[in-house]
C-alpha cells in the first residue's frame, strides 16, 4: 500500500506494523465520542471522519475542503487502513460533522493522547502553562453581527503540546474563559503564566487550589497593585539593587535580528504591599525589564508581576520568559505554518473544531526527534505516509 505513495522504496516490516498499530489507536481513543449526527443517511463512520480529519491537517490541509481533498487524493490508501463503508467521504459532509461536534466532547477525547505526550518528559523540571488569548482575524461575520473569535490556549510551554483552548466572541471575554478553561486542564505541580487580562484574584486561588503556582502579568486593571509593585521596585532601583533580599538575573537573547537584554528583578512579597492579604498564595513580586535593539532602533519595555513562587530567580526567568515564548511557538506557528489569519470560516463550532485540530498538530508535529523545523515536518507528512505515522506514533 506505500508503494502508491514512496514508488519502490522498501519500507522496513517494523515501519508497517507502526503503520497499523496507530491507526488503531487513533481509532480507540475517539471510540466513545458522541455522535451528533442523525441516524437517517450516516453513510460513514464517524472514527473514520476523525481520524481522516488529523492526519489531513497534519499532512497540510486548512479546512474541511483541503481535508477532503487529501482524502479523496489517498482514497486507495485510507481503504487499506479505514472501514470507510461507502468510500473516502466529501468535504461537505467532514464540514457538517466538525460544524456538529460539540468542542469540549472533542477535545476530552485528546486528553489520554495529551497525556502520553506530556509523560514522555524526563528532564524532572517543571512545566510551565502558558495562557494566553489569540484572535482568528478573519472569522468575523458582519451578516450576523459576529466579531472575530477569540480562542484562549493553554500551552505547555516545555513539552510543546497544547493542552485546551476555549473559544470567546471578544478579546476581552478571556477573564471568564480562563477559568473554564482551567477547569479543564491539570495544571497540578506546574507553573501557570498568564498575561494581565488574567490577573484576576479568584483566578490565582484557582491554580492555588488545583495545586499548581502562578505568575501573573500585573497592569492597569489592577491599578493600586501595580502602582504598588512598581514604587517597590523604584525604591530598589534608587538604592542600587543592594538590597540583600533582591535577587537579579541578566540574558541576552539573540534572533529574527535582533538583540534582547533582559533583567529580571524578584524579592518577597513586602509586609506593607497594599492588598497583599486578597491575592492567594502570593509569595514573591517581580520585574522584568527588556532593552531590545534591531538596528538603529533601540526600544524599552518593563513589565511587573505578582507570583506564588518562593524566591528563586531563574525560575522566575523562565517562568517569564516561557510566556513570551507562547508567541513564537504557538501563535507565530499557527499564522505561518498554518496560516490561521487567514482563514474565512464563519461557523463558530467548526472555526474552533479547526482552530483545536491545528493546535494539536502543532503538539505532535513538535515531539518529532530530528532537525527539521515545524513547517518542514509538516510537509514531509503530506508527502510520505511513513513520515505521516512518525509524526502520529503514541509512545508506549
Not at 482552530?355 to 518542514?376: G, P, T, Y
Request: include cysteine.
Amino acid at each position: 500500500f506505500l508503494k502508491a505513495f514512496v514508488g519502490d522504496t522498501a519500507v522496513p516490516k517494523d515501519t508497517e506494523a507502526v503503520l497499523d498499530m496507530d491507526v488503531k489507536g487513533i481509532l480507540e481513543e475517539f471510540a466513545l465520542l458522541p455522535d451528533p449526527r442523525s441516524h437517517v443517511n450516516r453513510r460513514h463512520l464517524l472514527s473514520d471522519l476523525v481520524v481522516i480529519c488529523i492526519m489531513a491537517v497534519i499532512a497540510g490541509a486548512e479546512g474541511p475542503r483541503a481535508i477532503g481533498l487529501w482524502a479523496k487524493s489517498n482514497a486507495d490508501w485510507l481503504k487499506g487502513r479505514l472501514q470507510l463503508p461507502n468510500g473516502v467521504p466529501a468535504h461537505d459532509t467532514i464540514g457538517r460533522v466538525l460544524m456538529a461536534l460539540k468542542p469540549a466532547a472533542f477535545q476530552a477525547c485528546f486528553e489520554n493522547w495529551i497525556r502520553r505526550l506530556a509523560a514522555n518528559r524526563k528532564d524532572g523540571e517543571r512545566e510551565i502553562i502558558a495562557i494566553d488569548g489569540k484572535t482568528l482575524r478573519r472569522s468575523h461575520d458582519r451578516a450576523a453581527g459576529l466579531g472575530p473569535l477569540c480562542v484562549v490556549s493553554a500551552w505547555a510551554v516545555r513539552s510543546g503540546i497544547s493542552l485546551g483552548q476555549l473559544a470567546t466572541e471578544q478579546k476581552s471575554n478571556e477573564i471568564t474563559a480562563i477559568p473554564e478553561l482551567l477547569d479543564a486542564i491539570d495544571v497540578k505541580g506546574s507553573i501557570v503564566t498568564i498575561d494581565a487580562a488574567g490577573c484576576q484574584k479568584t483566578i490565582a486561588a484557582k491554580i492555588i487550589d488545583a495545586g499548581g503556582d502562578y505568575v501573573l502579568t500585573l497592569k492597569g486593571n489592577q491599578e493600586a497593585l501595580h502602582e504598588a509593585v512598581g514604587e517597590c521596585f523604584d525604591a530598589h532601583v534608587e538604592n542600587d539593587f543592594s538590597s540583600p533580599a533582591l535577587r537579579t538575573h541578566t540574558e541576552t537573547l539573540k534572533g529574527h535580528g535582533r538583540m534582547d537584554e533582559i533583567t529580571y528583578c524578584q524579592i518577597p512579597v513586602p509586609a506593607d504591599l497594599p492588598g497583599k492579604e486578597h491575592w492567594k498564595g502570593m509569595r514573591t513580586i517581580g520585574v522584568a525589564i527588556r532593552t531590545s535593539t534591531q538596528g538603529d532602533r533601540t526600544t524599552h519595555d518593563v513589565r511587573y508581576y505578582i507570583s506564588s513562587l518562593h524566591v528563586g530567580i531563574k525560575q522566575f526567568a523562565a517562568s517569564v520568559r516561557g510566556h513570551w515564548g507562547i508567541e513564537n511557538t504557538l501563535h507565530w506557528c499557527l499564522d505561518v505554518t498554518f496560516r490561521e489569519d487567514e482563514s474565512r470560516v464563519r461557523n463558530r463550532i467548526l472555526a474552533d473544531n479547526v482552530a483545536w485540530l491545528k493546535r494539536f498538530a502543532i503538539s505532535l508535529l513538535k515531539q518529532v526527534n530530528d532537525k527539521e523545523s515545524v513547517a518542514m515536518r509538516r510537509r514531509m507528512a503530506g508527502w510520505n505516509p511513513a513520515y505521516l505515522f512518525k509524526v502520529l506514533q503514541i509512545p508506549a
